[in-house]
Nanobody, 116 residues
Framework: QVQLVESGGGLVQPGGSLRLSCAAS????????MRWYRQAPEKERELVAL????????NYADSVKGRFTISRDNAKNMVYLQMNSLKPEDTAVYYC?????????WGQGTQVTVSS
């Protein structure tokens, strides 16, 4: 079955960096676009970044453009989110996502807290 496992979250000061990782299994990873979402307390889950199958195209939420970079390694079944110049408003649980057969699949999430 599809499994997505995020890691790399933590506590970081404003202006700092983190790199999130998502290990995927149970499906042919290279054939599916991958996404990172986030959900802050009392807010709706929002799409942060998307990467196409071969990584040739990426899209970002306006709030993270120029600071976050999504990438993937199809040989390792991994997707990453490099987050730079972090702000307190980036604090959220970050989720890895894919859609297969019309159904969304989610990881358990990893907490990112940006605070001094």
């Amino acid at each position: 079955q599809v499994q997505l496992v995020e890691s790399g979250g933590g506590l970081v000061q404003p202006g700092g960096s983190l790199r999130l990782s998502c290990a995927a299994s149970g499906f042919t990873f290279s054939r599916y676009a991958m996404r990172w979402y986030r959900q802050a307390p009392e807010k709706e889950r929002e799409l942060v970044a998307l990467i196409t199958t071969a990584g040739g195209s990426t899209n970002y939420a306006d709030s993270v453009k120029g600071r976050f970079t999504i990438s993937r390694d199809n040989a390792k079944n991994m997707v990453y989110l490099q987050m730079n110049s972090l702000k307190p408003e980036d604090t959220a649980v970050y989720y890895c996502n894919t859609v297969r057969g019309g159904s969304p699949y989610w990881g358990q999430g990893t907490q990112v807290t940006v605070s001094s």
